[in-house]
């Protein structure tokens, strides 16, 4: 009798079924929180740190975002003693050498931490004078093929050592996107006299006239039937502001208001036959 009461009585207080998944679940989440809280604690200088030292050593290094400062591997971190097998181990990874690095200005420019970056000017490996009548001597060495294009984007060649400055050559290099800086900056450390004021006048006329005229969109030319047609659109208060006129039957407008400019053509009773942009 006395063991049926207690068996009914541990019965009794054993936890029901729904409560016992409850506690298991429990027990399991506790259980994976501290493996995830010890794993984060080893792995941390294991594995996380060192692919850290990977990627600035391999990758962010040899782009020249950082300098770097390496000793030899062996000694230089002792925290991988405690790691099972590791004991024989003189460096865990040929990172553990990497001991300091430095932020490049290339590398503050591309993480944003400044906003131009200019690359230091190479020392050319020829010497030259700038002569007052705009033209270039080649006194030693030879050109490179990169400094002989970018001469012979503002100058002629006119022997093997001098080459003269052309204005015409000049103008179409700066419209295709050629920066005068560069010519300038190249003359400057390949001379060591001062520029003379004819040829900053030059560089300086051709960096301006150059860059006179910007191109700010496309547009369409359309020819009325008549010219009382046209002066009516143009002074018209919505097409008006559309369009501009340009000679006697002649309105420019804009390629993208082409269609608010029709809505306006068809509420003064004209239209417009369909066309291609070319």
Same mark, same amino acid.
């Given at each position: 009798?006395?063991?049926?009461?207690?068996?009914?009585?541990?019965?009794?207080?054993?936890?029901?079924?729904?409560?016992?998944?409850?506690?298991?679940?429990?027990?399991?989440?506790?259980?994976?929180?501290?493996?995830?809280?010890?794993?984060?604690?080893?792995?941390?200088?294991?594995?996380?740190?060192?692919?850290?030292?990977?990627?600035?050593?391999?990758?962010?290094?040899?782009?020249?975002?950082?300098?770097?400062?390496?000793?030899?591997?062996?000694?230089?971190?002792?925290?991988?003693?405690?790691?099972?097998?590791?004991?024989?181990?003189?460096?865990?990874?040929?990172?553990?050498?990497?001991?300091?690095?430095?932020?490049?200005?290339?590398?503050?420019?591309?993480?944003?931490?400044? =906003?131009?970056?200019? !690359? /230091?000017? #190479?020392?050319?490996?020829?010497?030259?004078?700038?002569?007052? %009548?705009?033209?270039? &001597? *080649?006194?030693?060495?030879?050109?490179?093929?990169?400094?002989?294009?970018?001469?012979a984007g503002f100058a002629d060649q006119e022997t093997a050592q001098l080459w003269s400055l052309n204005e015409t050559k000049a103008l179409q290099s700066v419209e295709q996107g050629v920066r005068v800086?560069?010519?300038?900056?190249?003359?400057?450390?390949?001379?060591?006299?001062?520029?003379?004021?004819?040829?900053?006048?030059?560089?300086?006329?051709?960096?301006?006239?150059?860059?006179?005229?910007?191109?700010?969109?496309?547009?369409?030319?359309? =020819?009325?039937?008549? !010219? /009382?047609? #046209?002066?009516?659109?143009?002074?018209?208060?919505?097409?008006? %502001?559309?369009?501009? &006129? *340009?000679?006697?039957?002649?309105?420019?407008?804009?390629?993208?208001?082409?269609?608010?400019?029709?809505?306006?053509?068809?509420?003064?009773?004209?239209?417009?036959?369909?066309?291609?942009?070319?």
């Amino acid at each position: 009798m006395t063991r049926s009461l207690g068996r009914r009585r541990r019965a009794s207080q054993a936890p029901k079924p729904e409560n016992r998944g409850q506690a298991k679940r429990h027990n399991r989440r506790r259980l994976a929180s501290r493996i995830s809280c010890n794993r984060c604690s080893v792995d941390w200088n294991i594995l996380q740190e060192r692919y850290l030292l990977c990627l600035l050593f391999e990758y962010a290094a040899p782009l020249g975002m950082i300098d770097v400062a390496y000793e030899h591997p062996a000694a230089a971190r002792n925290d991988y003693r405690g790691q099972w097998g590791a004991d024989d181990l003189n460096f865990l990874s040929r990172y553990d050498g990497l001991r300091y690095f430095r932020l490049t200005p290339l590398g503050a420019f591309i993480l944003g931490r400044s =906003e131009t970056h200019e !690359p /230091p000017p #190479a020392k050319p490996d020829v010497s030259l004078t700038v002569l007052p %009548k705009r033209q270039i &001597r *080649i006194d030693h060495g030879a050109l490179s093929p990169n400094e002989v294009l970018l001469l012979a984007g503002f100058a002629d060649q006119e022997t093997a050592q001098l080459w003269s400055l052309n204005e015409t050559k000049a103008l179409q290099s700066v419209e295709q996107g050629v920066r005068v800086a560069e010519l300038r900056a190249f003359l400057r450390v390949c001379d060591p006299q001062p520029l003379p004021e004819a040829v900053e006048a030059f560089l300086l006329s051709a960096e301006q006239r150059g860059a006179a005229c910007v191109c700010k969109g496309s547009c369409l030319l359309i =020819e009325c039937l008549s !010219p /009382p047609i #046209a002066e009516g659109i143009a002074r018209d208060d919505r097409a008006g %502001k559309l369009c501009q &006129r *340009i000679g006697d039957r002649g309105l420019v407008i804009p390629v993208d208001q082409e269609k608010s400019f029709r809505d306006a053509l068809n509420a003064l009773g004209f239209g417009m036959p369909a066309f291609k942009v070319m």
